[in-house]
């Protein structure tokens, strides 16, 4: 059974950093897209960073040259380095990965950035 843990994730202050990580664990196989979301009360889960398999990223425009998505193939692992945190940023934070087959998500890591 696949299972995303994610870790990384607390409270800073605005202009905070914060790196986020997400390990699956179990039988994985062929996966393509890695990726970050989050999602505030009341609002729909939005994209934040993705990664292919090929190398190829793409961000959300409200955190493009602040947030940088890699990845570790090797572990299975997706990190999320956040910088210059806002305070709209606040918000859960939940690691996607996508198989040719499949759809994992993990069970989602609170980032708050306070004033």
């Known amino acids: 059974q696949v299972q995303l843990v994610e870790a990384g994730g607390g409270s800073v202050r605005p202009g905070g950093s914060l790196r986020l990580s997400c390990a699956a664990s179990?039988?994985?196989?062929?996966?393509?897209?890695m990726g970050w979301y989050r999602q505030t009360p009341g609002k729909e889960r939005e994209l934040v960073a993705t990664?292919?398999?090929?190398?190829?990223?793409n961000y959300a425009d409200s955190v493009k040259g602040r947030f940088t998505i890699s990845r570790d193939n090797s572990k299975n692992t997706v990190y999320l380095q956040m910088n210059s945190l806002k305070p709209e940023d606040t918000a859960v934070y939940y690691c996607?990965?996508?198989?040719?087959?499949?759809?994992?998500w993990g069970q989602g890591t609170q980032v708050t950035v306070f004033s």
């Open positions: 179990g039988s994985i196989l062929n996966i393509n897209i």
């Open positions: 990664t292919t398999s090929g190398g190829i990223t």
């Open positions: 996607h990965i996508r198989t040719l087959v499949y759809t994992y």
